[in-house]
């Protein structure tokens, strides 16, 4: 991911340990994830209430928003990003913290999406959790575990390549579990969504 068409956003939950290369993209932080942040990473845009952080962020906010509000400051960075122009939301610091905001994390992707987005992804220090619809091929390590769970109703899946469980014609029914734990048999997988959303989590081992 990479071009001003693309966006980061910067969250404040389990603060990401790894390499964040932001390529050229349109870089927001929210509120607190700017302690974990700063000097890692650089930053176009702060964004929130900024009750969690005890500094002035840089650069200054454009607005503070009240801390009684009803979206998060991840929600309002995604209609941010998309105010924007950005096609490709890539969320960091979203896994891990408070369980309620990390489930609220991964509804975000499907805002995203809803609202027109091309992808997004939220990439954590144990795995990364994607949202896709239509046509997607995802490059991996062989014999990484992969999950493909049905997100907001039932999808059906065609066309899966690269996994060992590989299925032309799958139905994931929302509630079931059966998507869980596929492995990758080379250093690409894809498939195709024919309907409805599905969630990838790449499971990978923290170094």
Not at 2 to 15: F, Y
Not at 88 to 116: S, T
Not at 120 to 129: D, E, F, H, I, R
């Amino acid at each position: 991911m990479s071009g001003r068409d693309a966006c980061v956003i910067l969250l404040n939950g389990e603060p990401y340990r790894g390499e964040i290369p932001e390529g050229g993209a349109y870089v927001i932080c929210c509120d607190g994830a700017y302690k974990w942040a700063k000097g890692r990473v650089r930053i176009d845009e702060t964004l929130g209430d900024f009750d969690s952080l005890d500094e002035p962020p840089v650069p200054a906010p454009r607005e503070v928003f009240p801390s009684e509000k009803n979206e998060t400051d991840g929600e309002l960075a995604v209609d941010r990003a998309l105010s924007l122009g950005a096609a490709d939301l890539l969320f960091y610091g979203g896994e891990g913290g408070r369980g309620d905001h990390f489930l609220g994390n991964l509804h975000l992707l499907y805002k995203a999406l809803l609202r027109g987005a091309r992808t997004a992804s939220l990439v954590g220090n144990g795995a990364t959790y994607s949202l896709c619809g239509g046509s997607r091929r995802f490059v991996c390590t062989r014999g990484q575990t992969v999950s493909l769970l049905p997100f907001g109703g039932d999808a059906h899946i065609m066309k899966m390549r690269g996994l060992k469980y590989a299925c032309d014609d799958l139905r994931l029914m929302y509630g079931s579990t059966r998507g869980i734990s596929n492995l990758t048999t080379d250093e690409e997988f894809s498939f195709w969504v024919e309907s409805g959303y599905v969630l990838v989590i790449e499971s990978r081992e923290e170094g």
